[in-house]
């Protein structure tokens, strides 16, 4: 495959790179919950939230505020976002970044390495069994890390078929954009009925605000937490990580 001799052909880099990935999942084997931060600049569900878009002062207040990871949008349609951007923002930080990408090609997941992410994010419901394991595979092959986005129980289910780790339970549906965090307390849950909790990691994603919101998630137990517009929105993203009770 054209894709295996591009990857030959970049050995060294390859080698290289591979030897430099930072672990979420190191992050989110401790005690406490493992905070990522987002930096995006609109959503399709909000328009423009940021119109002073400063993604490396974002970052630094992100990092100071001891942030375990940095989730950045390169979608450009929905998000304004860029590779570009990820690309600024590797050289800013060692923190793990995520890249935050409608994923349904393998050609992204190679491209996703080589501008610098540490985790990919694949949604379950955009891709086929056979995608997902396939893209895994690559993650595996590459060192990277995979969040693997679930919204619903036949998710979730599919999802516990494959070799992911770490499942990031998002509260948002993306077919009307409405936010309920009532998702991750379900299917965190169903995850526990099933007796995979201990073998995989839990994020909650989307929706998250407030205080009372944290303590919710942390009740339930889950390892991480995906905070975007929230911390987009903050006139000090420091304050409000202080404030949710994350650093
Ligand atoms: O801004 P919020 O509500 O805090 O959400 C962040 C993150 O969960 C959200 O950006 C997201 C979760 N999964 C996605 C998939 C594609 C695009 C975006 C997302």
């Given at each position: 495959m054209i894709l295996d001799k591009?990857?030959?052909?970049?050995?060294?880099?390859?080698?290289e790179l591979k030897a430099k990935r930072r672990s979420l999942k190191e992050k989110l084997a401790s005690d406490k919950i493992s905070l990522l931060a987002e930096i995006k600049k609109a959503s399709p569900s909000?328009?423009?939230?940021?119109?002073?878009?400063?993604?490396?002062?974002q970052l630094k207040a992100y990092e100071k505020a001891g942030a375990a990871g940095i989730s950045v949008l390169t979608d450009q349609k929905f998000f304004q976002g860029s590779?570009?951007?990820?690309k600024q923002m590797r050289k800013?930080?060692?923190?793990p970044i995520l890249r935050k990408e409608f994923i349904i090609d393998p050609l992204q997941v190679y491209e996703s390495?080589?501008?610098g992410a540490d985790v990919v994010l694949l949604i379950a419901a955009i891709l086929t069994d056979q995608e997902l394991n396939k893209f895994l595979d690559i993650c595996r092959e590459l060192k990277l890390e995979a969040i693997v986005e679930v919204h619903s129980l036949a998710d979730l289910k599919r999802v516990l078929k494959t070799e992911a780790e770490i499942i990031g339970i998002n509260n948002r549906d993306l077919?009307?954009?409405s936010v309920q965090l009532k998702t991750t307390a379900e299917l965190a849950a169903e995850l526990e009925k099933l007796g995979e909790r201990d073998n995989h990691y839990l994020i909650a994603e989307s929706?998250?605000?407030?205080?009372e919101d944290l303590d919710f998630l942390k009740e339930i137990g889950v390892d991480g937490v995906l905070i975007g517009e929230t911390l987009m929105r903050a006139e000090s993203p420091a304050a409000k990580i202080k404030e949710l009770g994350l650093n």
């Open positions: 591009i990857v030959e052909h970049k050995k060294k880099e390859v080698k909000k328009g423009l939230i940021q119109p002073n878009f400063k993604p490396d002062v590779s570009q951007i990820l800013l930080t060692e923190l390495f080589f501008i077919n009307d954009f929706g998250i605000k407030t205080k």
